[in-house]
T-cell receptor
Framework: DQQVKQNSPSLSVQEGRISILNCDYT??????FLWYKKYPAEGPTFLIS?????DKNEDGRFTVFLNKSAKHLSLHIVPSQPGDSAVYFC????????????FGTGTRLLVSP | NAGVMQNPRHLVRRRGQEARLRCSPM?????VYWYRQLPEEGLKFMVY????????ESGMPKERFSAEFPKEGPSILRIQQVVRGDSAAYFC?????????????FGPGTRLTVL
């Protein structure tokens, strides 16, 4: 039962353009969402997060949008840079006392010069 | 500000051997989460520990896997009698607390290969 889904395994974008990575979830108990970036042989690096009380959060080139009614969130990177090439994971947390994260399967982003 | 530390970074074991993975949280923190990433998959929660206590082990396989976080020293994830299916990357993480309680910061991982 995949509660967090990233249906696009890969995405290719040209440098300078916008990258849009999508994530869907099924568990209505999720109240906090995070995006992580991961390079090979390294641990995930936190990028940006959003609480369920918001619909948008922005940090520099990264913006996360949350549509609770559709149970959908997206990460926008603009402008995309070659150094953004990595695997991006969407993760979610339930509004319970435990903090464990539920991850999607990831989207591999390739930004070409 | 030292981050989450894990060692070894790479571990090779033969089938039937034991694997011990270590994790030290950020300085001043006394809890860790362990996650496993199988090839081509996302990370999956295994266990959440505070010093000397297992808080949530709902993601731990029922057999061969155990975890501890003693009063002194790092957290240990122990896999007994490893099988090829245990080959994966194992990550640990901790929260910062305060306003950032919901964000987990990860260590570099231990890549376990079972021959």
């Amino acid at each position: 039962d995949q509660q967090v889904k990233q249906n696009s395994p890969s995405l290719s974008v040209q440098e300078g353009r916008i990258s849009i990575l999508n994530c869907d979830y099924t568990n209505s108990m999720f109240d906090y969402f995070l995006w992580y970036k991961k390079y090979p042989a390294e641990g995930p690096t936190f990028l940006i997060s959003i609480s369920s009380i918001k619909d948008k959060n922005e940090d520099g080139r990264f913006t996360v949008f949350l549509n609770k009614s559709a149970k959908h969130l997206s990460l926008h990177i603009v402008p995309s840079q070659p150094g953004d090439s990595a695997v991006y994971f969407c993760a979610a947390k339930e509004n319970t006392g435990f903090q464990k994260l539920v991850f999607g399967t990831g989207t591999r982003l390739l930004v070409s010069p | 500000n030292a981050g989450v530390m894990q060692n070894p970074r790479h571990l090779v074991r033969r089938r039937g051997q034991e694997a011990r993975l270590r994790c030290s949280p950020m300085k001043g923190h006394s809890h860790v989460y362990w996650y496993r990433q199988l090839p081509e998959e996302g990370l999956k929660f295994m266990v959440y520990l505070q010093k000397e206590n297992i808080i949530d082990e709902s993601g731990m396989p029922k057999e061969r896997f155990s975890a501890e976080f003693p009063k002194e020293g790092p957290s240990i994830l122990r896999i007994q009698q490893v099988v090829r299916g245990d080959s994966a990357a194992y990550f640990c993480a901790n929260n910062l607390g305060g306003l950032s309680t919901d964000t987990q910061y990860f260590g570099p991982g231990t890549r376990l290969t079972v021959l």
